[in-house]
């Protein structure tokens, strides 16, 4: 499925909000970089895609509710507003299930149980391994206790260890 769509639909969902627009495409480009490099196949990187472009959906509901966009909240609140606009688009049941799974748990570390999650929560550190300038002990550690694919490993080596 053609990805802009749901590309422009966040960017109306953001409107006001440049920053988390920006946050989202590079999600999206690691992670898609990510899916082509290790070969996933085209319904697994669908998904990743999807995932990556509205992985931080629940950021505005749990600033209208909590005053805060914590990771729990955006688990919490993020997969309701995610199955509305991937449905509005037509994207098939099964995408639109496993999506809202990983929105629901892209701050969670334990238990990944799939190259799409492995690859979403890479690409979301990759990218904010940089917008929050993290120390490089910090990378080294994240590198170690969550990097598996060779990809991601590799971007983050020579992006931020080399």
Do not use: W
């Amino acid at each position: 499925m053609d990805i802009t769509p749901l590309i422009l639909k966040m960017c109306t969902y953001e409107q006001g909000e440049p920053q988390r627009a920006h946050h989202f495409l590079k999600v999206y480009a690691f992670a898609r970089a990510i899916g082509l490099g290790e070969g996933f196949a085209p319904e697994v990187r669908e998904v990743l895609e999807a995932a990556a472009v509205v992985h931080d959906i629940g950021i505005k509901p749990s600033l209208e509710k909590y005053g805060s966009a914590a990771g729990p909240y955006q688990e919490l609140e993020g997969p309701p507003v995610a199955r509305g606009m991937l449905e509005s688009l037509g994207y098939a049941p099964q995408v639109v299930e496993r999506v809202c799974y990983l929105v629901g748990r892209h701050h969670t570390y334990t238990a990944i149980d799939g190259p799409d999650y492995q690859a979403l929560v890479e690409a979301d550190f990759l990218v904010n391994m940089h917008e929050n300038s993290m120390a490089r002990s910090a990378v080294e550690e994240v590198r170690e206790r969550l990097f598996q694919t060779g990809t991601g490993r590799y971007m983050l080596d020579t992006l931020f260890l080399s």
